[in-house]
């Protein structure tokens, strides 16, 4: 068993010795001592039986590790209870493998030529197919000696609940073989052929077959794992999975129809997983699997990132159409858990509004609350978060840490976290010259993307009032109405100014008012711009090359369109 990991010469009587497979060497200090059966390291000092080399090795358990020597030596071991129906299944499947196997000459390897794969791959991933038909797999089992019980045990036959009859689960669907990190036969995955549904069809949940726990290839991948650069790929498909392997991509997996889980990341930091990336699709379902692999890893100690195919095809179209090149670049330019997160919440909500930055901050929420030093992810989260939102750090973890203000996030919440209110204090300030004279809105150009959601309602009823009085009227006992009178009155105290000078103050209010909202409007449109200047620059670094000259085109016409927008201003002072 040494033997198959270690190059072993002779080193004395009952010694062997040769490099260890637990650090690097130059020099032997590996021995092995076959008369009483242990290893021992003078390097490292590693040491142990035979069951410790399988476990060190291979990334497996105490019992996994006697499981795989039992089977090498064709030794049965007393199974504990529930533990001989499992063996009993796997020789089931074992069984039905050879029947699909043999059906596969006809359509069905035509399909599965027509899709890419050769021959060698074909037979190294054991694909076969089922004939249509309701009883051929049971007819071939009762030739057999395979009891009908056995098949339902092991999913391969489905009974129907109305009349009691039972027939093959599996039919006229290309086969895949699934097997566990051991290598155990544990279940099946069936692809139709056309376009009928359902497209895919697994084994259902039995003794040996646990969806959520399986990753399918993995017995294939696992091998890749001992290297320590060396990147597991998670991928949607069984297609997927095996087209990458024949194109050298020999660290994918794939989930069996759900995302990853809490005991896929159990099992693979228990392998030794170092590197996962998730290369899901780019639609909508796509990202949801993604954001709930990403979910599922919490506190696992590989490093995960996640990206998808540029082109939006899946990684099978993708090679099958000879672009190696664009899924290779997806996998070297993937995105971290932190930027993928905040990314995603920015595409899908944006930042150019209050609600926006609201919707941003309730779903980053879940994965910023864990305030354990320790939790890299969560405490990256926050930070661009901040960043990207222009939120002060310590206000952020104080509505972290309040649960009466995560339950409604308002406005005013939202501007007090805010590290630059200029936008939002320049929205008030034109607010605020528009209701001295509302005629002003006519200047207005109508592109505005009001950051404030209370002013945007204003705004919009400003377009058809002829003085403040009937704005006041609109908004009557609504929560925009103490905005309102605050804005109005700003700057007037009746107790000390003469009604004399309360006519000059208006006067001088009135005249100010055109200027300022020329002056406002010019700065807020400055500011949008910067800050779309911003974000391209943040995005440029992770675009792909023929992306990124777009990008600096479009940075250079807004930085063109900033300066001739200060010249105006300068004109207009």
Known sequence: MVGEHVRLT???KGRMKGLCPFHNEKSPSFQVDTEQGYFYCFGCKAGGDVFSFVQRTENLSFGDALKKLADRAG???EAKYGEKSSRDLYDVNAFALGYFREHLPGPALDYLRRRGLSDETIAAFELGYAPDGWDGLLKHARTKGVTEKQLLDAGLLTENPENGRIYDRFRARVMFPIRDHLGRLVGFGGRVLDD???????????????????????????????????ELVVVEGYMDVITMHQHGFTGAVASLGTALTAEHALLLERL??????LLFD?????????????????????RVRATSVPSGKDPADALLAGDDAALRDALSGGLDEVRYRVQAAIEKHGTATTEGKRRILMELLPRMQNLDPLDEIAEGVRAAACETLGIKPEALLEWIGSKAKRRQLTDTHLAGMSTARSEEDRELALLRQLLVDPTLH?????????????????????????????????????????????????????????RQGTE???????????TAVDDIQVTMSIDSMRAEVNLLKTQLGSAAPAEQLGMLKQIQELQRA????????????
């Open 282 to 302: 780019q639609d909508e379902a796509g990202l949801k699997a993604t954001l709930s692999g990403l979910d599922q890893v919490v506190g696992a100690k590989f």
């Open 75 to 77: 030794i049965q071991i």
């Open 196 to 230: 009928s549904k359902p497209k895919y069809l697994n084994t259902p949940e039995t003794e040996a077959f646990r969806k959520g726990e399986l990753l399918y290839g993995l017995d294939k991948a696992r091998g890749t794992l001992k290297d320590a650069s060396a």
């Open 442 to 498: 006519a200047k207005l150009d109508g592109t505005m993307p009001w950051r404030n959601e209370s002013v945007r309602k204003v705004m919009l009823a400003l377009q058809g009032a002829s003085g403040p009085d009937d704005i006041l009227d609109v908004f009557r006992g609504q929560p925009e109405e103490q905005l309102l009178i605050r804005l109005m009155f700003e700057g007037r105290d009746a107790g000390t100014i003469s």
């Open 504 to 514: 000059q103050f208006d006067q001088k209010r009135g005249a100010y008012a055109a």
């Open 10 to 12: 002779p080193a004395g």
């Open 562 to 573: 900033i300066e001739a927008e200060k010249r105006g201003r300068r004109g207009i002072a």
């Open 272 to 277: 030794g997983a170092r590197n996962v990336t």
